[in-house]
């Protein structure tokens, strides 16, 4: 595996002249030509998966599948043109769309309804022209539903009646619904077809557009990186059509640290992987097939939870413990599970250089999951102001090849707001470590900083698109409820980043770093 550099942005952070508020998914190949003039070869986003109202962290989605509609190309959809989409939005809808495409943050609920405005009308135009008729475009949307009927078929019907009933999770279902009764099922199949069409018209137009960005994307020399979220939330398409193998009657979380005396309680369902071993893991299997699909390497969030799971029993005052309690089962789990995803992983493409899965191993990690992982050949991270024996830093050169070298990640702050909370001692050894000169300016320092970054041995190093602009914005703080989390945008548009000369020189600078280390 050759050494490279990657940059950490989210897709909805993606600013193009032609947005609509968020990144899109046309927008892909755009940011990858853009991040190549910095050197990097690596673009990896965060999940890109479908939310609810409301809901705009990306590690609670809808479905593990399907794409989020927020992210439609609009312009890319066939069955609009200029003037329907014009005549959609009205001149309100006109108004709303240059307030959110100049927005400094991302307004998910006004995005949302814009696109849902057009993709109607694309739909509506779509069954008009082409599915009433029988049409070569309808024969093909019908051979996308065959092929994705193992998803497909639930999360359409599960997003038609959430609808119906007001937009509520499932557990709120009328009793037949809920419990996914056959004559309910059917009957609700019958009495929301064409809903059920229109959303697998839409995941259909989504990953034609996702498809044609990840080929772009290779013809420039860029890989496409995504991140699978441990679990799915309780409320989601998966839950509702697999109940069995989840826990629902405990609570997911994290047990009590330095920065959580009580521990976390996430309110995700825990697996039964007991439940799950009867079908030999068939979800988890088709859910790493589906990743491979869209990612060329992707990142296993919470890695340590297929070892052992942090549990509490749901409601007030209930104690924590892990699942499985003895350490024995929780390597063999780990093991098991880890190793039917990589099998998944090394048959999932016809081809040489099949994707890759990288382990999120940060936090508590105990000592026979790092040895697990090292057996597996599968990466961690390094992330450098974390890895410290005692009050020393530990010199990147030392990390293994197998790893991944970060100075942030999409929970912590960028490097360049980060250095003003070590303290003067942590700061004077990074200086020494990095070559930062006293009095230099905060562009200096963090380069000097990436360039210390790109040194690790590490083959892969990833930055966060903010340190690649060298700005202090954060992504997301944990544990906090702001509307700054999940909303950062570039602070323009790639066309006018591309056109403005610091801009330029800095990224320039960053590619000299890159060569550099042999990158």
């Not at 839409?202 to 990953?207: D, E, F, G, P, Y």
């Not at 398409?237 to 009580?262: M, N």
């Not at 090849?401 to 970060?406: G, K, L, P, Q």
């Not at 000097?448 to 992504?475: K, N």
């Amino acid at each position: 595996m050759r050494r490279q550099s990657g940059v950490v942005l989210p897709l909805f952070s993606i600013r193009t002249r032609r947005d609509w508020g968020i990144g899109q998914i046309s927008d892909l190949p755009a940011c990858a030509a853009w991040i190549r003039r910095a050197g990097q070869r690596l673009l990896q986003v965060l999940p890109p998966h479908e939310l609810s109202a409301g809901e705009t962290s990306p590690y609670g989605a809808l479905t593990a599948y399907g794409l989020d509609p927020i992210y439609a190309g609009i312009e890319a959809v066939p069955d609009l043109d200029a003037p329907a989409i014009a005549a959609a939005l009205g001149e309100e809808g006109h108004r709303t769309l240059e307030r959110v495409r100049v927005s400094e943050r991302v307004d998910y609920n006004e995005v949302r309804a814009l696109k849902a405005r057009v993709l109607r009308v694309a739909f509506d135009r779509f069954h008009e022209r082409e599915w009433s008729r029988g049409t070569p475009r309808a024969a093909e949307l019908a051979a996308f539903v065959r092929n994705e009927e193992s998803w497909l078929g639930d999360l359409s019907l599960y997003q038609a009646v959430r609808e119906s009933c007001g937009g509520w999770g499932w557990s709120t279902w009328p009793e037949g619904l809920r419990d996914r009764a056959p004559a309910a099922i059917e009957r609700a199949r019958s009495d929301h077809a064409r809903r059920v069409l229109e959303v697998a018209y839409t995941q259909w137009l989504l990953l034609a557009q996702w498809d044609a960005a990840h080929l772009a994307m290779r013809e420039l020399g860029v890989e496409l990186m995504g991140d699978l979220p441990f679990v799915v939330c309780e409320e989601s398409a998966d839950v509702w059509s697999r109940p069995s193998q989840f826990q629902l009657r405990l609570s997911l979380g994290a047990p009590p640290d330095d920065f959580s005396a009580e521990g976390q309680e996430w309110g995700l369902p825990p697996y039964d992987w007991l439940a799950m071993k009867a079908d030999d893991l068939a979800w988890v299997r088709a859910r790493i097939a589906h990743a491979a699909r869209l990612y060329d390497r992707f990142r296993l969030d919470h890695v340590v939870g297929y070892f052992r799971q942090w549990v509490r029993d749901k409601g007030a005052g209930s104690r924590g413990r892990f699942d499985p309690a003895a350490e024995d089962a929780q390597a063999a789990r780990g093991r098991w599970i880890l190793g039917v995803m990589l099998e998944q992983v090394s048959r999932a493409r016809d081809s040489i250089d099949p994707p890759r899965a990288i382990a999120e191993d940060l936090g508590v990690v105990p000592p026979f999951a790092r040895e697990a992982l090292r057996d597996l050949g599968m990466p961690g991270y390094r992330v450098l102001p974390w890895e410290r024996d005692g009050d020393r830093y530990r010199d990147p050169t030392s990390f293994p090849r197998e790893s991944v070298a970060s100075w942030s990640t999409h929970d912590t702050a960028p490097i360049v707001s980060w250095w003003d909370d070590f303290s003067e001692a942590d700061r004077a050894q990074l200086a020494a470590r990095a070559g930062v000169r006293d009095g230099v300016g905060v562009e200096e320092r963090s380069l000097a900083l990436l360039g210390d970054l790109y040194r690790a041995s590490s083959d892969l190093a990833l930055v966060l698109g903010q340190e690649l602009l060298g700005v202090g914005d954060r992504i997301n703080t944990p544990a906090t409820v702001s509307a700054d989390n999940w909303s950062w945008r570039l602070p323009r548009p790639i066309e006018d980043l591309e056109e403005d000369r610091p801009v330029v020189a800095r990224l320039d600078a960053v590619r000299v770093l890159v060569e550099k280390t042999g990158r």
